[in-house]
């Protein structure tokens, strides 16, 4: 079948870093999404990754091994605003684009 | 810059009651639609796809239904919702044709009573 995992709940303090990860079992696997929900709120899309490597925008990064069927979501310098849900998603092959999420990882940011 | 709505942001409506929620896209043509359902602490589910005019594909079988009148309509219906229809139901579009991200609406909090 295909599915991703990701850690259900992560907490950190702010300023820290904190690393998200994500393994994916998938078929025709074009690359690694991630979104940021938060509470109430819409998904919004953070990242996406086609390539292995690093991507870096602001604070955020995302890596990925197409080798290793892993990536992760790099968070630096910490804010209480990043308290969210945050989901990686493997884009499937096919002409429909479709998505396959995984279930979330709750991040709580405290003082 | 595409921009997506959808509305209403929240329904409270009575089971056995019909639902019509829309979205709309603007700024690109083609794109490739989505409608997601969210329980309340949960992941995404697909609801359905749309790769064109009339062309919807089902992911779950269910009493509801999607339709595509315009390019960038995309419209989720139900003739009689039951309870477990409740949820945030949100809206997603993509680049047609391409490998590019999905990106959502503010999305529809639905309350069945």
């Known amino acids: 079948g295909q599915s991703l995992e990701q850690p259900s709940e992560v907490t950190a303090v702010e300023g820290a870093i904190v690393q998200i990860n994500c393994t994916y079992q998938t078929s025709g696997f074009y690359g690694l999404s991630w979104y940021q929900q938060h509470d109430g709120g819409a998904p919004t899309f953070l990242s996406y990754n086609a390539l292995d490597g690093l991507e870096e925008t602001g604070r955020f990064s995302s890596f990925l091994s197409r080798s290793d069927s892993y990536g992760y979501l790099l968070l630096q310098e910490l804010q209480m605003k990043d308290s969210a849900s945050y989901f990686c998603a493997a884009l499937n092959a096919g002409n429909n684009r479709k998505l396959i999420w995984g279930l979330g990882t709750s991040l709580a940011v405290n003082p | 810059s595409q921009t997506i709505h959808q509305w209403p942001a929240t329904l409270v409506q009575p089971v056995g009651s019909p639902l019509s929620l829309e979205c709309t896209v603007e700024?690109?043509?083609?794109?490739?639609l989505y409608w997601y359902r969210q329980a309340a602490g949960r992941g995404l589910q697909l609801l359905f796809y749309?790769?064109?005019?009339?062309?919807i594909s089902s992911e779950v079988p269910q009493n509801l239904s999607a339709s595509r009148p315009q390019d960038r309509q995309f419209i989720l219906s139900s003739k009689k919702l039951l309870l477990s229809d409740s949820g945030f139901y949100l809206c997603?579009?993509?680049?047609?044709?391409?490998?590019?991200?999905?990106?959502f609406g503010d999305g529809t909090r639905l309350s069945i009573l």
């Open positions: 749309s790769v064109g005019i009339g062309q």
């Open positions: 997603a579009w993509s680049v047609g044709g391409s490998n590019q991200p999905q990106h």
């Open positions: 700024g690109t043509s083609n794109p490739n």
